[in-house]
């Protein structure tokens, strides 16, 4: 069971007796902002040859050809996110195995084990703060027990300590109480699990080739304390609590790292000796207030009762054959929905890292795909839910790595592609890292996409939509202007007159050529055109809405009239590519080309809405988890309430049962299949769900555009409609086509947000006007 403040993670196992802290910190990274540089990459005349040859190639329609050029454009890979210490808290035996109680409170984020009965009962409570930045365990007994407390770490260790001091009773002050500390080394290089690097794990002494860390554990009980050979033994201690810090010497994505594992060892034991000082108690009431703070703003809420019992047993028993029946169990669906948020606040908050594949969450040296960000999909998905659902603050670390691409991404753009402006690829890490990927074996539908930095700068725009004020936007102009230079350099003109793309992959799929060969490089796929229309469309608009006068700004308003658009191809669907090639695999996960759709803004119009329909249609429900969350958004925007039901049916499989490599599913703990686990598919699916309950992207406020039967009464309040309004619904849908309303309240939450608004439900409309602060109930028999 997960837990996190954005910074430090912890997933928590064992059972009454031993418990196993798997200790994350999300600045736990290999490598170095050096990385970047290490060899591989070819020099810029070098570059130059690669591109115009592959663009003569496609022009000639040698696609396949085009592909095998490109791979000499691929550097190595980016880093790794990486496990940092495990924790394992152990009681003698008592009397054996014993049934446990496990629990995760998502509201005060709180993870509790409960066991043995008598005098044998285990009581252990772990959570993490944020105000503090401390993971703290506790244990209590009703007889005094003996326990042991060791600390390992995957890392190469510099230097394992354990002190012990005397009996200590309450809350004693700093050094009145045992300590464990691991002194970490953390590798300069880890190579993907899927690239055979030899070695895959790389070492560097050097003085900031690599970061260093540290782990410092408190440890205070009623007992008596002892040293031995791995750890501390605590005899005849009725209470146990661990106060754990963590630190490592990362400074930034375009920083060196600075210092040793001493200094991170200060800055770790500084942490928990001011827990301590200040009081747990104290820490705890804070804790729960910061995390309460952003949880509490939503609550969805079926009206039928929930069943009682054991999650995991509640997730087997709505599953029957290939699909699951998650209508049976209405609170198991809000329960996700609320997991999703409750992710999202452990592992992103203001002035952390951004959440990776995993959120903050690895026990693996070489985790899958690197445990990166991974940025033609997943990293984007990650933050989808963040404005709909009330936690906009969430969504600041990506900015700042946004703000890193920037300038890293600016000598890719030009060393690579003798272009202006800020490019990145699909993958990336804590350092930034902007270079296209794959040791020149990778396939270029993933590891050739220079369009990451459009994609994720949409989220710029989306996140204003919702904000009081154009500070984000005036922070990150000169960031979106030069995104706008690199996409304007990037875009070739053809004999037509028209602007497109050349090459263009579609992340992360691939056709059939004329001669029956698979190919994936080929010129204007949908997702590009879109991507660079999008973002030119708001660098325009932003350069008027201020006044600003750029020659950027001008190219783009020139280009514009003659981009290129995606067009219709065989049998009524959204055609990938300019060329409307013969799908390889008609079922792939990924769906690109309807970036418009979801996450875009807008009404595209009926003609390209059908055309979308027709490519999801062909697509399928069937998929991984983070493609499922996708298609149940895509459906909402639809407004295809049987649509969401079908891919719910899929979402909520158990997947303790075996069911293929791109099938996704929730485990037993709720956590997204991909498989295997990705943090994607649960952030991605409380934002699909709440397109299914409100949407604002058209102009205005839709309520219950895609209700699920899965959802068949119930109300939700707290999400957020552009361009900054609180909404709350309570409905009854019951054998009734379009939903039945109880109750509608709106609250402008700044002044934006005020005046009057016009909200829908199926094909009725109302208008109302709203107050800064204030929550304005609407009549409803407006919409019945």
């Not at 050029?69 to 014993?98: K, M, N, W």
């Not at 996700?336 to 203001?350: D, K, V």
Request: with cysteine; proline share 7%.
């Amino acid at each position: 069971m997960p837990l996190g403040n954005g910074n430090l993670g912890a997933m928590v196992l064992g059972d009454a007796h031993t418990a196993r802290l798997v200790v994350n910190d999300d600045t736990a990274w290999s490598g170095s902002p050096a990385s970047g540089d290490e060899p591989g990459a070819p020099d810029p005349a070098q570059a130059a040859a690669v591109l115009a040859g592959a663009r003569k190639l496609i022009g000639d329609g040698d696609h396949v050809a085009a592909g095998q050029l490109l791979r000499r454009l691929q550097h190595r890979h980016s880093q790794s996110y990486l496990p940092f210490a495990e924790l394992e808290i152990a009681a003698d035996a008592g009397d054996g195995v014993t049934p446990v109680r496990r629990t995760l409170d998502f509201r005060t984020a709180t993870q509790t084990t409960d066991g043995g009965h008598g005098p044998d009962a285990v009581s252990r409570t772990t959570w993490v703060s944020g105000p503090h930045d401390v993971l703290v365990h506790e244990v209590a007994v009703p007889r005094p027990r003996d326990f042991t407390i060791r600390a390992e770490s995957r890392l190469r260790v510099l230097r394992r300590t354990h002190a012990a001091g005397h009996a200590a009773h309450g809350h004693p002050p700093a050094g009145a109480h045992d300590a464990i500390a691991l002194h970490l080394q953390l590798p300069s290089d880890v190579a993907p699990a899927h690239d055979p690097v030899d070695p895959p794990v790389r070492y560097d002494d050097r003085p900031g080739a690599a970061l260093r860390g540290a782990l410092v554990a408190r440890v205070l009980h009623d007992g008596t304390g002892r040293t031995e050979h791995d750890g501390l033994v605590v005899t005849g201690a009725t209470r146990l609590t661990v106060v754990v810090g963590t630190a490592t010497t990362y400074r930034g994505p375009v920083e060196t790292p600075l210092g040793d594992e001493w200094d991170a060892a200060l800055r770790a034991a500084a942490r928990a000796d001011h827990a301590i000082e200040t009081g747990l108690a104290t820490v705890r009431r804070e804790q729960i207030r910061d995390h309460r703070a952003l949880y509490d703003r939503a609550e969805l809420t079926p009206r039928h009762r929930a069943p009682s019992g054991d999650t995991a047993a509640r997730l087997r028993a709505i599953n029957d054959g290939p699909r699951a029946h998650p209508e049976h169990d209405p609170h198991l669906v809000a329960t996700l929905f609320h997991y999703g948020r409750y992710l999202l606040i452990c592992s992103s908050r203001p002035g952390t890292l951004p959440a990776n594949l995993q959120g903050i969450w690895n026990r693996e040296l070489q985790p899958p795909w690197s445990s990166n960000f991974t940025t033609n999909i997943n990293l984007q998905m990650n933050y989808w839910p963040a404005s709909t659902t009330n936690l906009a603050e969430t969504e600041e670390p990506l900015f700042d790595l946004i703000r890193a691409l920037a300038v890293t991404g600016r000598r890719t753009a030009r060393r690579w592609y003798d272009a202006d402006g800020w490019t990145a690829h699909h993958n990336t890490d804590a350092w930034a890292y902007s270079l296209p990927v794959g040791h020149g074996e990778h396939d270029p539908k993933w590891a050739f996409w220079p369009m990451a930095g459009l994609w994720l700068t949409r989220h710029v725009a989306d996140h204003a939509a919702f904000a009081p004020d154009d500070a984000l936007l005036t922070s990150l102009w000169d960031v979106l202007r030069d995104a706008a230079a690199f996409a304007l350099d990037w875009l070739v003109r053809g004999e037509d007159g028209q602007w497109g793309t050349c090459p263009s992959t579609s992340p992360e799929n691939d056709f059939r050529t004329t001669d029956g060969r698979v190919a994936s490089v080929a010129s204007s796929s949908a997702c590009d055109l879109d991507l660079v229309r999008d973002h030119l469309l708001l660098v325009v608009a932003e350069a008027e809405r201020r006044g600003i006068t750029d020659p950027v700004v001008e190219r783009a308003r020139a280009v514009l009239p003659d981009l290129r658009r995606p067009r219709t191809g065989r049998g009524g669907a959204l055609a990938e590519w300019d060329g409307d090639f013969e799908q390889h695999d008609p079922h792939h996960r990924h769906l690109s080309p309807l970036v418009r759709l979801y996450p875009g803004r807008g009404d595209p119009g009926p003609e390209w809405l059908d055309a979308a329909e027709r490519l999801l249609d062909e697509r399928g429900d069937e998929s991984t988890g983070w493609s499922l969350a996708w298609k149940i958004a895509l459906r909402a925007r639809l407004r295809r309430p049987a649509g969401v039901d079908s891919l719910l049916r899929l979402v909520f499989r158990d997947m303790e049962t075996p069911r293929g490599q791109h099938s996704g599913g929730l485990y037993p703990n709720l956590l997204a299949a991909h498989p295997p686990f990705q943090i994607d598919g649960n952030l991605g699916f409380t934002a699909g769900l709440a397109e299914a309950l409100l949407q604002s992207h058209r102009g205005e406020i839709e309520l219950l555009p895609a209700l699920p039967a899965a959802l068949p009464a119930g109300r939700v309040r707290g999400l957020v409609a552009r361009p900054g309004i609180e909404v709350g619904i309570e409905w009854d849908s019951a054998g009734r086509d379009v939903p039945h309303l109880v109750g509608v309240t709106l609250r402008a939450r700044h002044s934006r947000a005020a005046g009057k608004h016009r909200l829908r439900l199926g094909d009725r409309t109302a208008t109302v006007e709203l107050a800064v602060g204030r929550d304005t109930e609407v009549a409803v028999e407006l919409l019945r």
